[in-house]
């Protein structure tokens, strides 16, 4: 009542302060008026507004303390409606507690009262003198354990009687049985008879002297028995006289059974268990009780208390419809999640295949294809290179060949010498002799040569001049290592020259002689 009085205080301020603002704005065309000229709004050439100045009072601080009140009022609303729902919660579950106790207590009395009919005893009798009927009851019990046993020691002394009994007899019969078998005795043999009775006497004697112990244990142990059953005797009469029975059979009629007796004290234990937790369970309710009147506001009246659950009822509508657009807000985005999710990993797995390809590409691709090709061509040319070397090595000892660096490339395309005997100084190959160029480049056709040869057998080579601009000496050198390369491998080299000096060192030669009109002769000497 007080928030609607409160917001009803609002509106009216704020409709006041409205027309106020409204009236202020009139001030201002006010202030524009001039007499006997029209109005620059309506035209008019009265202005009656212009003769007086209207006074209005500022509401402004009186509205903003309302709308705080009406702020204040509004939260403990809704505080007090959470607090009255969480209480009426609690209050419905603990009727529905004390619903569930009072069926429990309900069926435990109908369980009493059928144990205490089947013991016949008083269910309304009090707590002591059930206790004191228990304790009788649980002497009776032991009492009746004590019988059972000397029951069974009575049974055992006739048994011991029943077998002495036996042994004097079995003894007489042996006596009778030895007296005429020794009057009827006829035999030839008398030595190995006797030999052999003898044996069976001695056996006898001292089966007679086990008996005789074994008689003396059990006359003892009757004895001892013969006493224990007086005593158990005793026992029983007392037992009688006190329970004013007729008779020791009229105890042992009374006497239940061991298994009812399990049953009875296994009941006993399981009501001392469910009276336990039936009386912490009302402890529990009264203090669940006694903390609900504490706090419970006895001046709140019962309109007020309605007034407050219909607006927390309203209000917890309002929450249960926002969790319900919160939810499918949520749904929607763990859908749009997943779905982003797999848009992701797709295009993870197609960022893998684009670096795998434009790793390609910056390596040997581009529009024209020149790239892959100075790639492969750069790894011919260290194979090359190698093989080259590996030739040189055999030839001379001095040089070695290398590519050269890419600022040596710009500057210069050819390839690069280390010269050994000069601490490997490099240099370009347009530096070398005209010998050392022809063994390089003998050395490069044979390395070109051992490549090829990997797929391809080669069993001849040719060398086509290249032998005019050697001195004597490396002449020599070269068609040296051309002798060696024919006797140790498979090929077949030929050498093409005009050089003189060749003549004598290749055995085996094709002659060309020319002859008028254009004729040529071909002849092999050896």
Not at 97 to 106: A, Q
Not at 317 to 342: A, M
Not at 463 to 479: C, K, N, R, V
Not at 515 to 526: D, F, K, N, R
């Amino acid at each position: 009542t007080e928030i609607k009085t409160l917001k009803k205080e609002v509106d009216s301020l704020e409709k006041e302060i409205e027309l106020q603002r409204k009236h202020q704005s009139l001030e201002q065309y006010r202030e524009q008026l001039v007499p006997d000229e029209p109005c620059p709004l309506c035209g008019s050439l009265e202005h009656p507004y212009a003769l007086e100045k209207p006074y209005f009072d500022t509401k402004e601080e009186l509205l903003k303390e309302k709308k705080d009140s009406l702020k204040t009022k509004s939260e403990l609303t809704l505080t007090l409606g959470e607090k009255n729902k969480y209480l009426t919660k609690s209050i419905d579950e603990i009727r529905s507690e004390i619903d569930t106790t009072s069926k429990e207590v309900d069926l435990n009395n109908k369980t009493l009262i059928a144990l205490a009919n089947e013991l016949n005893l008083d269910p309304n009798k009090s707590l002591e003198n059930l206790k004191a009927q228990r304790i009788k009851i649980i002497d009776s019990i032991q009492k009746l354990e004590r019988s059972k046993q000397a029951f069974q020691v009575h049974s055992i002394l006739k048994d011991v009687e029943v077998s002495l009994k036996n042994w004097e007899d079995s003894t007489t019969a042996y006596n009778s049985l030895k007296e005429q078998r020794s009057a009827l005795f006829k035999g030839d043999d008398i030595n190995s008879i006797s030999n052999a009775l003898n044996s069976k006497i001695t056996s006898s004697i001292a089966n007679i002297s086990a008996l005789k112990n074994q008689i003396l244990q059990n006359k003892t142990k009757a004895k001892a028995v013969s006493t224990e059953v007086s005593e158990r005797k005793e026992e029983l009469k007392s037992i009688v006289e006190k329970e004013q029975l007729e008779s020791i059979e009229a105890l042992r009629k009374s006497i239940i059974s061991e298994e009812r007796a399990n049953k009875i004290r296994k009941r006993q234990n399981e009501l001392s268990e469910f009276k336990t937790r039936i009386s912490e369970k009302e402890n529990s309710l009264i203090k669940a009780i006694n903390e609900l009147k504490a706090k419970d506001d006895p001046q709140v009246s019962n309109e007020a208390l309605t007034l407050k659950f219909q607006a927390s009822k309203e209000r917890n509508e309002e929450l249960l419809l926002n969790i319900g657009k919160i939810t499918n807000s949520l749904e929607k985005d763990e859908k749009d999640r997943t779905r982003h999710q797999k848009v992701l990993n797709e295009i993870n797995l197609l960022k893998r295949d684009l670096a795998l390809w434009k790793t390609m590409n910056d390596l040997i691709g581009d529009a024209s294809g020149n790239k892959f090709s100075n790639f492969v061509q750069d790894l011919t040319l260290e194979q090359l290179i190698g093989f080259a070397n590996k030739r040189l090595s055999e030839f001379n000892d001095r040089y070695l060949l290398d590519i050269p660096t890419a600022k040596e490339a710009e500057k210069s395309d050819t390839l690069k010498i280390l010269d050994k005997y000069m601490g490997d100084a490099r240099r370009s190959v347009r530096t070398l002799s005209g010998g050392e160029t022809f063994l390089v480049s003998l050395a490069m056709a044979f390395a070109l040569s051992d490549i090829a040869a990997r797929n391809v057998k080669i069993e001849s080579l040719f060398i086509d001049e290249g032998f005019g601009t050697l001195d004597p000496e490396t002449l020599d050198q070269a068609i040296t290592i051309l002798e060696k390369m024919q006797n140790e491998g498979d090929k077949s080299v030929g050498v093409i020259s005009h050089v003189s000096a060749l003549k004598e060192r290749i055995t085996t030669q094709i002659r060309l002689d020319k002859s008028s009109l254009g004729y040529s002769t071909l002849e092999v000497v050896q």
